[in-house]
């Protein structure tokens, strides 16, 4: 044992002093981590080892290839080649050995050699191109990793890194969007800042929220899109917890689609499963540091000749139209601005004999296009591994954001809707024609924030004892503290005008939340060889998933005087406290048999409970059974062109937990008219509340053909979600307000996938890579359960969600057969006028097979779905001379229509449109409806778009330039996005909506009003590996 | 993975001794895999998540609470008559609505209510236009609050006879004014119930909450219930009964219900929704009220001088309450004055609302030469209804007078609202589809 702690002291030493004296390649890390080595004897150390070293290139351009994954055959040796595709393995055991690289788009190779004590030996490595790769690992929806080969169902794999450096994007929603088939990310405003919703293979539930679980290294995470002050109008944030992860820190991102896939998940997971793998060190690989600096802008392309004007008489009478934004403009008041962006990032790789590590930080600023919109985040990571030995591995991994989110009022308070719904009476005002006040009054009225500290950390045991034994446990926590602000300043008179004496007083929202999630989970599983063909693996697992929310909020109204600024400082002042705990304990067990590595077939059940379900509920098991069959290796097949071929089928079941606390019957505490306590029935409850269960088969191939140049992955899915959740109404006679949770209903989803990756040009001198990848989904309500509004006349229930803008010619509805949240109303059909201009014999749709009636008699009608039934992206680069490459990403989403609430307020409300004042222009079809004041079938227009997302320059500089300065490489990115956008909708852009359900717009109101539009960007980033 | 496997291969080329510790091992990992399931079957304390923001039944069910739950009922009754008042106020002729845009709104002041509507069916205490939800919670919470003291003994809960009494008086009150307002509706998921079976109902509550109160001594929830009872047995017609217990109501007798700014819940909604909100402007029918050229200092308002958020009307303000806090008057013997000025008619009634006007500083009211507009052919009826209209304004009183006494439509059915659509010709809410479809003793 003394020896054993004399040559940790000696590694210990040895590490130091190669920090010390070494050009810059020691690692930050290394006293910390060669000290951990001291507390963990490491008989291995004493060993005797050598080195492997060599270079990996593209086979057929002898380029050097990045980040390849070389490891040595038989232990946990390994590391990533650097930008000049070198690489180093230290500490490598003698003897004979296999040394293999592998990286996404090129084929596995795999060398054997011999290593001799205290001697270097090289492998070169020439990786040939393959669309398919079936040696991949996976590590999602599997107990242990797994190869791509052995997988029954879709798994989607992003090379974030490959991405982050030929197309510089800034957050993981963006690295997504388009990217991954069947899976939707829409933003829902270009404010800076703000993150999209996400929804994978349609709606699965009917009332309960629809994000995916999301995971970081193993470690459930919080998963809120819509955290932030209230900015979007009616109490709904706009920041996605997605959007704090720095893209640099992240090595790849898999993406299970539905319960078929998420089974061992569990309970929470019928929403699919976003996994994030942070970067992490290889053993024996020197330290290898990257720089990143960028610097970018963004604005709003053309608001004057965009945004629309408003209209009205003139003091002639005549017809005229102010465009408040260009009479800004002209008067040098610029309502926009251009953002200035800048990102800085700091990483260094590598690791020892038996220690690895990755450490980062990064730094973003970023201005939106408004004065009121600035983002600042810091990001921090160290993850570490050590391998005291072959049996023992243990990994570290703490993550650290903080950063502080201006964020600019889209609708409410925001210059678009005061700009484009108002008066020309507003004209020669005070308010400049703004409906609530001037846009510098705007900006010093209302200002929101959010400061953030999260840490997201976990500790990972990975324990082999025997060859055929291997256990792992993740103990993890992601800690979220937010301070969510609304600040309104004191305004003093200026204010009064257009606030009054109270509002002008100003006030303060600050809202203290954490929001914590622990997970524990232990897999364990044992291999065992039946035969020669034959093969079992047996996994057991056990996890444990709390998540928790506190939020303290304080309120207060009308300051004393101007400079104060917290709520103690104001005249009337609320507080209140939320609490939400939700706890999930499950196990599963597992059953993995393989025939001739070739067939695969997977069996497991998973059971858990939920503190959620009912009491009178117990436990809830879903089974899982799926198949993977190469057949492409099979000695009958003789298709030359087919490369290789995985045929796949899959069923399985996940679930979604009831809302917390919902199953309970219970009273709330109120304050009584004598300033007393009280209590005021709140919730029914039900006992037998259940989750909702999804049950999903898919099946599919994944096949490389033509020399591997052409990579095709389909998929086929159906998914029933039964027992879905809906809030049955009560009678209010009953004398509990509002609903009751009830598991009644049931969902329908199915769908195509289908991605293709080719790479038609392989020469020395050009490489083109393209790829295209495109989903339909079909989604509809099979059973309200009786939970409904109402029947229509052939016999299907539906359930009315929302009323737009209380219009009520106009709603969303689940109904039986349609997509949930479908667009009805009252559709005028025909129309005349009379001499004045007034639409008279104004009649509506009379429903399927009937002839128009006049509209108060006329049924709703279907007008169409509210999410988009086509989706995908088109992404390409060409590569010219090995070192210069044009990239470009196409993203499209179709079929969904979105409410045009711009033209309900501004053309039926307000009556400023054109329209209004000379209808005789126009179809008296559209003035009908705008002057009915209720029927509004017009404003649900064709969300559908196609957006050039991404278009970008990369060019690495060459090698003898890059050591010129000391470097190993280095690159330089142009990168432009939003640069274009197809699409027919009629107002600012088809991508913004209510992304979180509001007190007025529940979750499927996809209803667009005022909103920013997202921004053109550009960026320059210089990225440098030492 | 690979590799993984490829170390399978090497144990099966193993010893023989390495075989048999590798099925051992096999059966002990199998026996491992029986650890979690265990585990699971014993997590039931890690699943007991107990909100601690919330009460349950245990709670209710603990005789200590008897005066919380009773104060709740209180309470839930105060903000029901609030919210009342302003919902009323609108379909009636006390307020306009001077919103920015909410159909359903405009419904209320436009008398087009129908019942697949929400507001008026499920909005809560604190919402705009609430009505139904909050009567039938006040009358609800009652009840089971009735249930649980009736469970207890005098031991248990000292104050136990009063508390039934006061929480008796209340219910009813509430019990009124769904009679008064609705064409029909349900209590505590009954079948469907008329105006008169409601007040009925009421009259009946009034009954028990008197004998109870007055055997207690509580002279306050005595006169409020006996107040209560004449207002039940005016809606249904009986006035002799109304006027016998209007009588025995002691002069200058008021019950307040309490608000407070604490909460929105418990705010004065009146004043929250007319002077603060600015959703609602005092109807031009109540601005500037005169009697014989003299300001009637009963219904006073102010012109704020600003467009309501609709754009149509300017705002006024009543002036009645000034403040989120201040009380709203349940039963007055204001009120008792009246309803015998309606039952006794003649000289009686000419001097009671001359009392009220010479309290009021206004000139005395002759019905031989003071001839006042109203919906009856009887000028001093007339004069009783608009005594009540000042008297009682924004008290909750005018809404079954315009019901009861049909006091003419005014703008009348059919002609144009001014935001839009045509006004209605309501006069009582009707049963909301809410609880037509979801009571289970109403058929559908």
Redesign the interface.
């Known amino acids: 044992m003394d020896a054993v702690r004399f040559t940790g002291v000696a590694s210990l030493w040895s590490s130091i002093r190669r920090m010390i004296l070494s050009e810059n390649r020691a690692s930050p890390v290394l006293v910390l981590t060669a000290a951990a080595t001291l507390a963990a004897p490491t008989p291995t150390l004493a060993q005797q080892t050598g080195s492997v070293t060599g270079t990996v290139v593209a086979a057929h351009d002898q380029r050097a290839i990045t980040a390849v994954q070389v490891t040595i055959a038989g232990t946990s040796l390994g590391t990533l080649t650097g930008a000049d595709g070198r690489y180093l393995i230290v500490g490598v055991p003698v003897g004979e050995l296999e040394v293999e690289a592998r990286s996404l788009g090129y084929g596995r190779q795999t060398v054997t050699t011999t290593v001799t004590a205290n001697q270097g030996v090289t492998v070169d490595f020439s990786l040939a191109v393959s669309a398919v790769e079936l040696e991949e690992i996976v590590a999602t929806g599997t107990p242990v990793a797994a190869r791509r080969r052995e997988v029954g169902n879709a798994v989607t794999s992003l090379d974030t890194e490959q991405i982050v450096a030929t197309s510089a994007v800034t957050s993981v929603p963006e690295l997504l969007n388009g990217r991954v088939s069947g899976l939707v990310a829409m933003a829902g405003t270009g404010v800076l800042g703000a993150g999209p919703r996400l929804k994978i293979r349609g709606t699965a539930s009917l009332a309960l929220d629809d994000q995916p679980l999301i995971y970081v290294d193993g470690v459930r995470v919080n998963n809120d899109i819509g955290a932030g002050p209230n900015s979007q109008g009616y109490g709904a944030g706009v920041i996605s917890r997605l959007g704090d992860f720095a893209p640099d820190e992240i090595e790849r991102i898999e993406v299970v689609k539905g319960p078929a896939a998420a089974t061992l998940y569990g309970t929470e997971a019928s929403n699919g499963v976003i996994q994030i793998f942070t970067k992490r060190g290889a053993r024996g690989a020197p330290a290898r540091w990257s720089l990143k600096v960028e610097q970018g802008a963004n604005w709003i392309h053309d608001p004057e000749g965009t945004i629309p004007a408003i209209w009205g008489l003139d003091s002639s009478g005549a017809i005229a139209s102010w465009n408040l934004f260009q009479r800004e403009t002209d008067a040098g008041n610029n309502v926009f601005r251009t953002g200035h962006e800048q990102s800085y990032g700091l990483s260094v790789t590598g690791g020892e004999a038996n220690i690895s590590y990755f450490v980062s930080g990064s730094y973003d600023t970023g201005q939106g296009v408004y004065i009121t919109n600035n983002v600042t985040r810091f990001n921090g990571r160290a993850n570490i591994d050590f391998s005291p030995s072959e049996i023992w591995n243990f990994g570290v991994s703490a993550g650290y954001v903080r950063s502080n989110i201006e964020l600019a009022d889209d609708i409410g308070s925001g210059p678009l809707l005061s700009g484009m719904y108002s008066f020309p009476s507003l004209i020669d005002t005070p308010n400049r024609g703004w409906l609530i006040a001037p846009p510098e009054v705007l900006f010093e009225r209302e200002q929101n924030r959010q400061e953030l500290d999260r840490f997201t950390g976990s500790f990972r045991v990975q324990h082999t004892p025997f060859g055929w034994l291997q256990q792992r446990l993740v103990v993890g926590l992601d800690e979220t503290a937010e301070d969510n602000i609304v600040q309104r300043p004191f305004l003093g008179p200026t204010g009064e005008l257009f606030y009054g004496p109270s509002g002008a007083r100003g006030g303060r929202e600050f809202e203290k939340l954490s929001a914590t999630f622990i997970t524990a989970d232990y897999a364990g599983t044992a291999s065992l060889a039946i035969s020669d063909d034959l093969t079992s693996e047996t996994s057991v697992g056990l996890q444990y998933y709390s998540r928790e929310l506190r939020a303290a909020q304080t309120t207060g109204q009308e300051f004393a005087a101007p400079g104060l600024t917290t709520v103690s400082s104001t005249a009337r002042r609320f507080a209140g406290e939320v609490f939400v705990r939700n706890v999930t304990v499950g196990t599963f067990v597992q059953e993995h048999i393989g025939w001739r590595d070739r067939l695969f077939v997977t069996g497991a059940v998973r059971v858990d409970n939920n503190s959620a379900f009912g009491d009178d509920f117990d436990f809830v098991a879903y089974p899982k059974v799926s198949a993977s069959w190469v057949i492409s290796e099979e000695p009958f097949w003789n298709l030359d062109f087919v490369n290789s071929l995985k045929v796949r089928a899959a069923f399985g079941q996940t679930g979604q937990q009831p809302e917390s606390f919902s199953a309970l019957r219970f009273f709330l505490p109120i304050t009584t008219g004598l300033g007393r306590p009280g209590l005021a029935p709140s919730s029914p409850g039900n006992s037998e509340l259940a989750p909702e269960r999804g049950i999903e088969y898919e099946a599919g191939l994944e096949g490389g053909f033509l020399g591997d140049r052409v990579g095709i992955d389909l998929t086929y899915y159906h998914q029933n979600i039964r027992d879905v959740l809906l809030q049955r109404l009560l009678a209010p006679s009953s004398g509990f307000p509002g609903v009751q949770w009830v598991n009644v209903g049931e969902v329908e989803s199915r769908g195509v996938e289908f991605s293709l990756d080719a790479a038609p040009i392989r020469s020395r001198n050009v490489s083109w890579d393209a790829g295209f990848q495109i989903s339909r989904n079909w989604n509809k309500v099979l059973d309200l359960g009786g939970v409904q509004s109402g029947t229509t006349s052939d016999g299907k229930d539906y359930l009315i969600l929302d009323t737009m803008l209380d219009t009520p010619g106009l709603h969303i509805r689940h109904q039986v057969g349609l997509p949930p949240g479908s667009w009805f109303g009252q559709k005028v059909v025909s129309a005349a006028f009379d001499a004045n201009g007034n639409a008279i014999n104004v009649m509506c749709d009379g429903g399927s097979g009937r002839s128009p009636v006049p509209c108060d008699q006329a049924p709703a009608i279907y007008l169409g779905p509210t999410e988009p039934e086509w989706h995908g992206g088109l992404s390409t680069s060409l590569t010219v001379f090995g070192n210069l490459t044009l990239s470009g990403l196409i993203d499209f989403k179709y079929g969904q229509r979105h409410g045009d609430n711009d033209a309900i307020v501004r053309c039926q409300l307000f009556r400023i449109c054109r329209e209004n004042l000379a209808p005789m222009d126009y179809d008296p079809i559209t003035i009908a409806e705008y002057d009915s004041g209720f029927y509004s079938s017009f404003a649900v227009a064709d969300a559908g778009f196609a957006k050039l997302r991404q278009l970008s320059l990369s060019y690495g500089l060459p090698r003898q330039w890059a050591e010129g300065f000391g470097a190993g490489s280095a690159t330089v990115t142009l990168a432009a996005y939003n640069l274009m956008t197809w699409t027919d909708w009629p107002s600012l852009d088809p991508e913004t909506y209510f992304t979180e359900p509001t007190s007025t717009s529940p979750l499927f109101d996809k209803s667009s009003q005022s909103f920013t539009p997202m921004p053109r960007r550009v960026k320059v980033a210089v990225r440098v590996s030492f | ?12 080329e193993a010893s023989p001794s390495r075989m048999v510790f ?1 099925f051992g ?2 059966l002990r ?2 026996s ?2 029986l ?3 265990l ?2 079957a014993g ?1 039931e304390s ?4 107990q ?7 245990a ?2 069910e603990d005789p200590t609470t008897a005066d ?2 009773v ?2 009922v ?3 009754f ?2 029901a008559l609030a919210e009342y008042i302003g919902t009323t106020g609108e379909v009636s002729d006390e307020f306009v609505n001077s919103n920015l ?5 405009f419904d209320f002041d436009a008398r087009r209510i129908t019942s ?1 509507q929400e507001n008026y ?2 909005f ?2 604190g919402q705009y236009n609430a009505i ?2 909050p009567l ?2 006040a ?3 009652g ?2 609050t009735l249930e649980n003291l009736q469970g207890w003994n005098a031991a248990d809960v000292p104050n136990r006879d009063d508390l039934i009494a006061t929480t008796l008086a209340y219910t009813a009150y509430a019990r009124v004014l769904l009679g008064e307002s609705f064409c029909s ?6 079948p469907e119930l008329s105006s008169n079976a409601i007040l009925a109902d009421a009259e009946g509550r009034f009954g028990e909450a008197l004998s109870g109160s007055m055997q207690v001594g509580n002279t306050q929830i005595a006169a409020m219930a006996r107040l209560g009872r004449a207002r039940a047995r005016r809606g249904l017609g009986d006035m002799t009964g109304a006027m016998s217990d209007a009588e025995a109501v002691p002069e200058g007798f008021v019950m307040n ?7 929105q ?2 705010m004065n909604t009146v004043y929250r929704t007319n002077n ?1 909100s600015h959703f609602e402007s005092v109807d031009p029918r109540f601005r500037e009220l005169e009697w014989k050229g003299v300001p009637d200092p009963r219904v006073p308002t102010r012109n704020t001088g ?1 467009l309501g958020f609709g ?1 149509v009307y300017q705002v006024w303000e009543q002036l009645k309450y000034l403040s989120l806090d201040d ?1 709203i008057p349940i039963a007055t013997w204001d009120e008792a004055q009246l309803i015998i000025a309606e039952a006794a008619g003649g000289q009686r009634a000419v001097d009671i609302i001359n009392a009220f006007h010479d309290a009021a500083g206004l000139p005395g009211y002759d019905p031989a030469t003071d001839m006042v507009e109203g919906p009856t052919g009887d000028n001093l009826l007339n004069m009783i209804i608009q005594e009540r209209s000042r008297e009682l304004f924004l008290e909750g009183h005018r809404f079954w007078d315009h019901r009861s006494f049909e006091i003419p439509l005014d703008p009348p059915p059919g002609a144009p609202y001014p ?3 045509a006004y209605g010709s309501m006069r009582c809410f009707p049963l ?1 589809d ?2 037509k ?3 289970p003793n ?1 058929p559908s």
Do not use: F, H, W
């Open positions: 993975m690979e590799m993984k496997i490829r170390e399978t291969v090497t144990v099966r590798r091992g096999g990992a199998a491992s895999a650890g979690p399931m585990l699971l997590c890690l699943l007991d998540v909100p601690p923001d919330r009460v349950g039944d709670v209710l919380l739950q104060g709740s209180i309470a839930s105060e903000c845009r909410s159909s359903q709104a697949d069916s499920l809560d205490c139904y939800l039938s919670i009358i609800s919470q009840e089971e509706a349900a209590i505590n998921l009954s219900g309490n608000y407070s700014s604490l909460s819940r418990s603060q600003q754009r009380p935001k839009g659509g909301p809410v609880e479809n979801n009571n109403i």
